[in-house]
């Protein structure tokens, strides 16, 4: 432990000294305790040990809280079965407590019990867990935003969300502080019609919007000016900005008239991309991999040769030279006796998820695969495939299982996955149910409930995401026939889902500010935008 003050010294034994030593003897006794600067430099090092075990601690702490999660899931699901085999259905956490299975109320977790049939029927034949240990609520009223508002985009670093409105060609700016908006809308219907896709570059500032006859810049550093891109008049299905240099990707078109471009970062003009296969799907949706110095996006088959394989496009983002990665035979909708292992056409999503540390890009599809019993069956499956030499791994649902895969993302946090699927057995979603597939590198690692995705209009890709730090996961879902509507929540560790948000809504896309914690939903039939916090962000 260091001293602040020396009140006691050795008696010095008598020795020859210059008189430069004594001067440093008589300065040296003069002072009674450290100097400034010493003290200052104890300081500075008290403070970086200080830090140090700050984060250490804190790491510890959310480690120790995501186990204490899962131990006590595993407590309450274990209870739930011994009180199904002894009284032939589920239990509330009340029931558990009263019959002796548990030893007090739970503390993380919530028993929802349900009438999905799996232990008895009726009432109580399902249970649910959800995790209520850092509750995700409402951060705000609903924001206007325009009419019909179909996409937004967050602005991290100036803390800013910019909701697009179809109706109104408009571009309503929240400030991420306050969530209120900031003036009036921005009116960008001198350059595009009908807008349905926003991104923003973080780093310059730059708004681009898509709709009808290509894409408006709206310069925010420079009085929110509108400038319409030239050299891309077609119809905007996708719209991207890359975190490698801030180019921005933009596609659309029909299969047969597919066209992608993109836009220097800083220009205002489009460069066409050429595809060397035509075959997009209606949703652009493209991933970036600055590791492999890659962009992909997802080819829907067309025509007949090359043009009708399902498959995937790589563009390098140094050349803009495009290839297909990989490829796939196609069938129609109902398998035939020889279209074994070809995936279904038109069963694409258009929507792809890069893992730049295991180089793989995750496409969402269907798939004919051989049943047991005998002929062919069509099941759900996500293809992660190699793109450096074209391989892949179909990661196939059970035959007999109704799924079909909706959207797909990537948490680099987490190194993980994350599959969106419609289908299956209502259960508490009425007549739509779902799950969450976390896939890391080719194996499901977990599933999570959910309901069958919002089918209302928006941005498909963005009707999944991440909040990469907590690792939480939101979907927008259905409302209708019983469903919830409003958000579903997962954590993306414990596959323990949370309460429904804003239930009864529809969402079109969401959004997530990784700084704040907070996440932002557009309601279109409502023309609002909805925010929620994180309690533990």
Request: charged share 15%.
């Amino acid at each position: 432990m260091l001293a602040l003050n020396v009140t006691h010294r050795l008696k010095e034994a008598p020795t020859a000294m210059t008189s430069d030593h004594r001067r440093f003897s008589l300065r040296a006794r003069s002072q009674d305790g450290f100097t400034l600067i010493e003290l200052l430099v104890v300081i500075v090092v008290l403070g970086v040990l200080a830090a140090i075990v700050v984060f250490s601690v804190r790491g510890i702490g959310d480690k120790g809280h995501k186990s204490a999660v899962s131990a006590e899931a595993t407590t309450l699901r274990t209870a739930e079965e011994s009180y199904c085999a002894k009284y032939g259905h589920y239990g509330t956490a009340d029931d558990l407590k009263d019959d002796g299975l548990l030893s007090g109320v739970p503390g993380y977790n919530m028993v929802v019990v349900g009438e999905e049939n799996k232990c008895g029927r009726g009432e109580k034949s399902s249970f649910a867990l959800n995790d209520i240990s850092a509750p995700t609520e409402g951060g705000a009223d609903a924001i206007k935003a325009g009419t019909n508002p179909t996409d937004l985009t967050v602005d991290e670093k100036a803390n800013r969300v910019y909701v697009v409105a179809q109706g109104s060609n408009d571009v309503t700016v929240i400030d991420g502080k306050t969530d209120a908006a900031i003036g009036e809308p921005i009116d960008v219907s001198s350059a595009v019609s009908s807008p349905t896709r926003i991104a923003v570059d973080s780093g310059t500032g730059r708004v681009y919007v898509g709709g009808t006859g290509g894409v408006a810049i709206i310069d925010t550093k420079n009085a929110d000016q509108v400038t319409h891109v030239s050299g891309f008049a077609t119809t905007v299905a996708g719209l991207a900005v890359s975190p490698e240099n801030g180019e921005v990707y933009v596609g659309g078109g029909s299969a047969s008239t597919s066209a992608v471009a993109y836009i220097s970062a800083g220009s205002s003009s489009a460069k066409a991309i050429t595809l060397p296969a035509l075959g997009l799907a209606s949703i652009v949706s493209f991933s970036f991999d600055s590791v492999h110095h890659a962009v992909y996006l997802a080819k829907q088959g067309f025509g007949s040769g090359a043009n009708a394989t399902i498959g995937l496009f790589a563009i390098s983002s140094q050349t803009h030279e495009a290839r297909i990665a990989a490829q796939f035979e196609t069938t129609t909708q109902y398998c035939g006796a020889n279209a074994g292992n070809v995936l279904v056409t038109n069963s694409l999503r258009g929507i792809t998820a890069v893992d730049p540390v295991r180089n793989r890009v995750y496409l969402p599809a269907r798939r004919c695969v051989p049943n047991p019993s005998g002929g062919l069956s069509i099941v759900a499956t996500t293809i992660a495939i190699n793109p450096s030499n074209g391989s892949s791994t179909a990661i196939n649902d059970p035959v007999g299982t109704p799924y079909i895969a909706q959207s797909v993302v990537y948490n680099p946090v987490a190194g993980s996955v994350y599959v969106y699927l419609a289908g299956g057995s209502g259960g508490n979603c009425g007549g739509g149910g779902g799950r969450i597939d976390r896939i890391v590198g080719t194996k499901v690692t977990g599933v999570a409930p959910a309901c069958s995705q919002s089918t209302a209009t928006g941005n498909n890709d963005h009707k999944l995401t991440v909040l990469r730090d907590l690792n939480r996961i939101f979907f927008a879902q259905q409302n209708y026939d019983g469903a919830p509507g409003g958000l579903g929540v997962a954590d993306g560790s414990t596959l323990l889902g949370s309460a429904s948000l804003d239930a009864g809504s529809q969402f079109g896309a969401v959004a997530t500010n990784n700084t704040t914690g907070k996440v932002y939903a557009v309601d279109p039939s409502n023309g609002t935008v909805a925010v929620f916090r994180t309690g533990s962000a």
